[in-house]
């Protein structure tokens, strides 16, 4: 991506760092950035709750358990996730929707998940 074409975040400004500790994005570079190859959409810049991580793990997503082979350590309540958008979507359709970040979420969100549905939801409005 050339330096003129940065990623945009949802907010239309450039998109941020989600986190770093642990290092997420489907690129593993702490970014919710996203390409071709990234299937899963994963562009919602998300704050893990315990609800959230119980119900992805119900759905058939275990995001809490460690899993070495594929260098995930297992998510923890706080930690920042770059998280697939249907996802995102469906755990908010289910009233379990984890707090966003929209200056980390990737504008690409936005053809899965309406604005006004992620604004209720951010951590980083005033």
């Known amino acids: 991506m050339a330096d003129d074409e940065r990623a945009k975040n949802v907010l239309g400004t450039e998109l941020r760092n989600c986190g770093l500790d642990p290092l997420t994005g489907f690129f593993r570079d702490g970014c919710c950035n996203t390409g071709p190859e990234d299937r899963g959409v994963h562009t919602v810049c998300a704050q893990m709750t315990a609800e959230f991580l119980a119900f992805s793990k119900a759905r ?20 920042r ?19 966003v970040y929209l200056s980390a979420t990737h504008e690409r969100t936005l053809e899965v998940v309406d604005y006004e549905a992620l604004k209720p939801f951010a951590l980083d409005l005033n």
């Not at 058939?60 to 930690?79: A, C, R």
């Not at 996730?81 to 707090?99: F, I, N, Q, T, V």
Request: glycine share 10%.
């Open 60 to 79: 058939g997503n275990d995001l809490s358990t460690p899993v070495p082979q594929f260098n995930f350590p297992g998510l923890k309540p706080g930690d």
């Open 81 to 99: 996730w770059c998280l697939c958008a249907a996802r995102w979507k469906e755990a908010h359709d289910a009233g379990m929707a984890p707090p």
